[in-house]
């Protein structure tokens, strides 16, 4: 199972759930993405946009609306929420989490190479 | 284990839930500070009994779905469509029928887009910001252009009724316009008319509502007539009630505008030590100088 962003290790949150967390968000004043990929792989950090980010909401029903488009399109993919944070000295992503998965998940392994002088090299596959 | 469920209670009280909720405060500000409008008052004060009901009903685990409150508010220029729209948020908001209680006031502009595949997003992206609390749409019929079929507005009107349906709970579409072109509006969209469970009609005031309201305002801004300038605005408003383009509560307001700058023109030219009183008297003259009086 891939774990990555908040709220990973935990069974999937229901809807009621995500409204609380994205309440969270747009009460902080973040703009809320939502992404979706089918390469879940930690190195690829660009996922595709599900429309564009979403300013000046003030109640999370509108983005449930999106993120259940989102899965009707693209039901065996990740989805996944992310709250930006403009306010300076942030400028970054501030809270993500996974809000779908595909039925089956990917395996990923950490691969070793031997190189000169006893180097290691690692890979995930 | 469960835990033994409350025991729902056989009464509750009305009283104590109407004060909890605030609404008679906001229903009575409605009250003083909307002058005239009965009709459009005692529809809104129905609309607050029956969420009031509701919720009572709801603490005794009665089960009513919510009902649909999409309203259309229809009158003449002036009437107080758009004010009486942003207290009807706060008393959905005081009821919690709605979570934030906000106003969006849109118009055709910021829901139509310009090129195939524009509208979709920009009517979404509207809902979404009006989402928990109210959406306010003035000149509705302007979506609809019957002259022009390859007009973007049709598809506006689709998503905002698929959302009008879906998404009872989470936003309250308020259409505005004159009457006429309402009632063509909806011809055209019957869909439309069935989906809105209120039609409003707002009534032109009265001359005795317009003097009424003419002096609100300018106690708002710390004016106050001579009581010669109240008469003289008396026959002022009969006056310009004859004339074309008449609009309401929002004429009262731009001839109030006019006689500030005349007052403060003539206070410029006498000149000298002004009084308080001075200041924020309107005096007759300032009013008779109209072109109205003509």
Redesign the interface.
């Known amino acids: 199972m891939i774990t990555q962003g908040t709220f990973s290790f935990l069974p999937a949150l229901s809807n009621e759930q995500i409204l609380k967390q994205l309440k969270y968000c747009i009460d902080h004043g973040w703009a809320v993405n939502v992404e979706y990929t089918d390469d879940p792989h930690p190195r690829n950090t660009y996922w595709e946009m599900w429309g564009l980010p979403m300013f000046d909401l003030r109640d999370p029903a509108g983005i449930l609306m999106e993120i259940n488009a989102c899965r009707k399109t693209h039901p065996e993919t990740y989805i996944r929420v992310s709250a930006f944070d403009n306010t300076k000295g942030w400028e970054s992503i501030r809270l993500s989490f996974i809000v779908n998965r595909p039925s089956v998940e990917r395996q990923y392994r950490l691969e070793r190479t031997e190189v000169a002088s006893r180097q290691q090299r690692y890979a995930i596959r | 284990m469960s835990e033994p469920a409350a025991p729902v209670p056989e009464s509750v009280d009305l009283d104590a839930e109407r004060q909890g909720s605030g609404i008679d405060a906001v229903l009575d500000q409605l009250d003083t500070e909307l002058v005239g409008l009965v009709p459009v008052k005692t529809r809104i004060r129905e609309i607050a009994s029956l969420l009031l009901i509701d919720r009572l009903r709801r603490k005794l685990e009665l089960s009513a779905a919510s009902p649909t409150l999409h309203m259309c508010f229809t009158g003449n220029p002036g009437t107080g469509k758009t004010t009486v729209a942003q207290r009807m948020a706060d008393i959905l908001h005081r009821l919690e029928y709605v979570?934030?209680g906000?106003v969006v006031s849109v118009t055709r502009d910021d829901l139509v887009g310009q090129y195939i595949g524009h509208t979709a997003?920009k009517t979404k992206?509207v809902?979404?910001?009006a989402?928990?609390?109210v959406l306010f749409i003035d000149e509705a019929y302007y979506l609809y252009r019957p002259e022009n079929e390859r007009d973007y507005g049709q598809e506006s009107i689709e998503i905002l009724l698929q959302v009008m349906e879906n998404?009872r709970d989470?936003?309250v579409v308020i259409l505005a316009g004159y009457k006429d072109r309402m009632d063509k509006f909806f011809q055209s969209n019957p869909g439309m008319r069935s989906r809105i469970a209120h039609h409003i009609d707002f009534p032109d005031y009265e001359s005795q509502e317009l003097l009424h309201i003419g002096k609100l305002m300018l106690a708002e801004q710390n004016y106050q007539f001579t009581s010669e300038a109240e008469s003289v605005f008396a026959e002022y408003i009969e006056r310009r009630r004859q004339q074309p383009h008449f609009a309401n509560a929002r004429s009262i307001r731009n001839a109030l505008d006019r006689a500030r700058f005349r007052q403060a023109g003539r206070l410029c030219q006498q000149g000298g030590q002004l009084s308080r009183q001075s200041l924020v008297t309107i005096e007759a003259q300032d009013i008779r100088s109209s072109r109205v009086f003509d």
Request: aromatic share 0%; glycine share 14%.
């Open positions: 979570r934030v906000h997003p992206e809902i979404k910001k989402m928990g609390g998404h989470d936003l």
